[in-house]
């Protein structure tokens, strides 16, 4: 008798980028209703979902970091959920165990910006130490100012000022002796430019990984539910700070990527997230990357 498997192959992906190395590893997923989606009917942004084969009630949100490994130096781009949210999210520090990877390994974190679905998982809560104590934090200069500014902590709703602004405070404070902000266009790490699109937070960002001619953008939250927003990128989401910036991010972006052919991975593209993306009438389409052995 034979026993059937009970769970999935560890979710960790590996691409070459010239003689750099990107490793996606899942911070697992996170179910969410379509009632946050701005600029379109709730009833139709279900029936998008549904038709791209997804599920018949919400949605699914992968969450996804990265690995960079770039001349005997190791990176991390996001945290994941830590415990702040939904136990489908939160398997970091298991996959990166998985990839052969310890947190101590790790000397540099780039964060493209401070939701508790990107950086919830830097610090353990029941020490308050950091889970990456070798790693410098670094981020862009306008985001930390913006969780740690009091006024507009106040215009936030209840869980707003819990999971957005709380947990960005607790998370962070470990780091503050190890922390480096960056401008637009800085290179953070050797092969990795900062690259702003802003709008989904006031310093989100994306970072540009290139050797040679070959490169991959990794573009942080540029669309949250992809089978919506690449045909619709005028659909925002309630957690965007500046819904329109976060608007013309997106276009901006997704023409850059489709007239430059690049390929590009987000934290919430389907995993294993590296992907093209096309013009298609009004809007666009994101293809993914057939599997690389």
């Avoid at 190791?74 to 489908?88: F, R, S």
Wanted: hydrophobic share 40%.
């Amino acid at each position: 008798m034979v026993d059937a498997p009970k769970g999935q192959i560890p979710a960790i992906y590996h691409r070459q980028i010239g003689d750099l190395t990107v490793s996606v590893i899942s911070d697992g997923y996170l179910m969410g209703a379509v009632n946050v989606l701005r600029n379109i009917e709730e009833d139709d942004a279900q029936q998008m979902i549904v038709d791209a084969f997804g599920p018949a009630e919400g949605r699914k949100t992968a969450v996804n970091t990265f690995l960079i490994y770039s001349k005997g130096r190791l990176a991390l781009v996001d945290t994941g959920c830590g415990t702040y949210m939904a136990d489908t999210g939160g398997k970091l520090l298991q996959n990166l165990e998985l990839a052969g990877v310890k947190p101590t390994d790790i000397d540099t974190i780039l964060l493209t910006h401070m939701h508790p679905d990107h950086s919830a998982g830097l610090s353990n809560r029941d020490t308050w130490q950091p889970f990456f104590p070798n790693a410098e934090l670094v981020f862009h200069e306008n985001e930390l100012k913006h969780w740690e500014d009091d006024g507009a902590m106040a215009k936030g709703n209840e869980r707003e000022q819990a999971l957005f602004f709380g947990a960005t405070r607790e998370q962070v404070a470990p780091y503050k002796k190890q922390m480096r902000m960056f401008k637009d266009g800085d290179e953070v790490f050797p092969g990795v430019t900062a690259m702003t699109a802003h709008g989904h937070t006031p310093g989100h960002s994306m970072y540009n990984v290139q050797d040679g001619n070959e490169q991959l953008l990794i573009w942080g939250d540029i669309m949250h539910v992809p089978d919506i927003q690449a045909p619709r990128p005028e659909v925002t989401i309630a957690y965007d700070t500046d819904p329109t910036q976060a608007e013309a991010s997106r276009r901006r972006v997704c023409d850059m990527a489709s007239s430059d052919r690049l390929l590009v991975a987000g934290m919430h593209l389907h995993f294993p997230a590296c992907s093209h993306v096309v013009r298609e009438g009004n809007g666009f389409r994101v293809i993914p990357e057939s599997w690389r052995q």
